[in-house]
């Protein structure tokens, strides 16, 4: 589209030479229309960037074919030009989509004025566009990195880990042992913190599909608790579980493994951050449960280091702690937090945290599922 190619439209000849020699002298090219309909026929046969036309003309008038170059040329400018009509005012050409206005008689310049304003706004549209699309592209290309070296790692982690494995059953001198249990221990971190990154990149790309099944919160909860329990352990912080009395019995329809890693992130989350206390997981119902699905609230309770409210929000976002000094202290890349925003949301629900400096955190989320009983199940 040539974007600075002009249509002149008006029924008054003398009026539509003026604008002609006023456009001519600008360096700019243009067609002139003497009626809307006419107007139309040029639309279909030529490019053009900018409509200029008068509001008041028999047959089309200006409103209709301002109406019909924002349905069929919505990339067209409109420029109104009129002396002005009783039919229509400003308000109603700027709600129907014209970019501007002009009140006749007008001087050159100010007709110079609109149009270098539109043309400006133009080009910083498309300056806008270019770099928005620079910055997808290389979100996508950060993204098929992360993807790429992270799943490269594993392969030859997996040696690692499964050699260290194999030499730690052996009858080893205790300090051999205790450097490899050192390798070990180092190992498994990397491991974890490239999945982390597997996960983050592909829930970041849409790679995530849900794995639907018949479960109840016991018996979830006695699969997972083990695990969660030997964290917590070996830091000597108790894990309490407290499910709200009305659950137990309730058959769930959903995805297991999305809402156990987040539970696992959670609770890494209070176990690192926690010296002394104890970590309490509860559920309850967050609303009335509806006939064929029910909204629950999981609250993962630490009496740790607690978070400052000017950083409540800065803790959710990719690669963040809560402190340099924080990060120094403990490990980890600041992805679970970020990744348990993105699980959870495909859980339908919404996660947020309440915290007092020095007196803990309550990390909170939600996550709707179904009632088996109202799923047809193949």
Known sequence: MDTKKILLVDDDPDHLALVGRYT?????????????????QLLREEAFGV??????????DGMELLLHSRQEHPEVAVIVMTGFSKNYSYVDVIKAGASDFI??????????????????ERALLADLRQAKEKAELADKAKTEFLHTISHEFRTPMNGIMGFTELLLD?????????????????AKRLMDLLNQLLDFTRLASGGKDLHLEEFT?????????????????????????AIYHSLHDKVLFGDTMVLGQILNHLVDNAVKFSEQGEITIEVVAYEASLPDSILLQFNVTDTGCGIAEAHKEQIFAPFSQVEDYLTRRHEGAGLGLALCIKLVRLLSGRIWVESDEGYGSIFSFTARFSMANSIEIP
């Open 51 to 60: 409509v200029m036309t008068d509001m008041v003309m028999p047959g089309m």
């Open 217 to 241: 919160l016991p018996s979830f909860f006695d699969a997972i608790l083990p695990a969660l329990e030997q964290k917590a352990k070996a830091k000597g912080l108790p894990l309490r579980l």
């Open 170 to 186: 052996m009858e080893l001198p205790k300090q051999q042992r205790e450097f490899l249990e050192m390798i070990d221990e180092s």
């Open 24 to 40: 001519e002298s600008l360096g700019l090219s243009f067609r002139l229309a003497a009626s809307g309909n006419e107007a139309v």
């Open 103 to 120: 009140v006749k008689p007008f001087k050159r310049d100010e007709y110079h004025a609109k149009l270098n304003r539109l043309f400006a």
